[in-house]
T-cell receptor, first 116, second 115 residues
Framework: AQSVTQLGSHVSVSEGALVLLRCNYSSSVPPYLFWYVQYPNQGLQLLLK??????LVKGINGFEAEFKKSETSFHLTKPSAHMSDAAEYFC??????????????FGKGTRLSVIA | KAGVTQTPRYLIKTRGQQVTLSCSPI?????VSWYQQTPGQGLQFLFEYFSETQRNKGNFPGRFSGRQFSNSRSEMNVSTLELGDSALYLCASSLAFDHQTDTQYFGPGTRLTVL
């Protein structure tokens, strides 16, 4: 069964600094990978997703992620953090099976704090 | 276009009671998924419905059930509530069943507190 590990339950960066949120997955077949963001008292919003094709994926709000099969990783980055980026970020995976897609399997989440 | 709507937003119940949560998907979306979010377990998949049929089910006890109506609206029911059922219940809708191509859009959730 597929699983997702997010390293660091809490990451703190200064405004303007690089944001790096780590995600590793385990899957027996090529996965489909997602990053979602959750702001306080809100649902999840899709930031970006990787299905096939280019391994560097650009998303909304200046975020991007790179699929590295050899490292089984899908880390999320943003060159310059903004105060509005403070939120909880979830990495998720689905795995294509013969019976159809599986549901989203989420990591535990990483809370990003941005310090002025 | 209106987003995913969940009602009620907040709910307080006592142990042993039952509760019904409602989700209205984005217009035109036919797939609805439910997730439970808790601080300890994180986000866990409950079930998914497409065209009124349950397509997938997570590893939850039979006290958790759901259904989907012909207009794609969905309800989930939890019977004999336990303290551990306190959670944020999130609903997500998508156009169809193919999660590779169909983005899931999440509602704001229903915060259930069991006393």
């Amino acid at each position: 069964a597929q699983s997702v590990t997010q390293l660091g339950s809490h990451v703190s960066v200064s405004e303007g600094a690089l944001v790096l949120l780590r995600c590793n997955y385990s899957s027996s077949v090529p996965p489909y990978l997602f990053w979602y963001v959750q702001y306080p008292n809100q649902g999840l919003q899709l930031l970006l997703k990787y299905t096939t094709g280019a391994t560097l994926v650009k998303g909304i709000n200046g975020f991007e992620a790179e699929f590295k099969k050899s490292e089984t990783s899908f880390h999320l980055t943003k060159p310059s953090a903004h105060m509005s980026d403070a939120a909880e970020y979830f990495c998720a995976v689905i795995e294509l099976t013969v019976s159809g897609n599986t549901p989203l399997v989420f990591g535990k989440g990483t809370r990003l704090s941005v310090i002025a | 276009k209106a987003g995913v709507t969940q009602t009620p937003r907040y709910l307080i119940k006592t142990r042993g009671q039952q509760v019904t949560l409602s989700c209205s998907p984005i217009s035109g979306h036919r797939s609805v998924s439910w997730y439970q979010q808790t601080p300890g377990q994180g986000l866990q998949f409950l079930f998914e419905y497409f065209s009124e049929t349950q397509r997938n089910k997570g590893n939850f006890p039979g006290r958790f059930s759901g259904r989907q109506f012909s207009n794609s609206r969905s309800e989930m029911n939890v019977s004999t509530l336990e303290l551990g059922d306190s959670a944020l219940y999130l609903c997500a809708s998508s156009l169809a069943f193919d999660h590779q191509t169909d983005t899931q859009y999440f509602g704001p959730g229903t915060r259930l507190t069991v006393l």
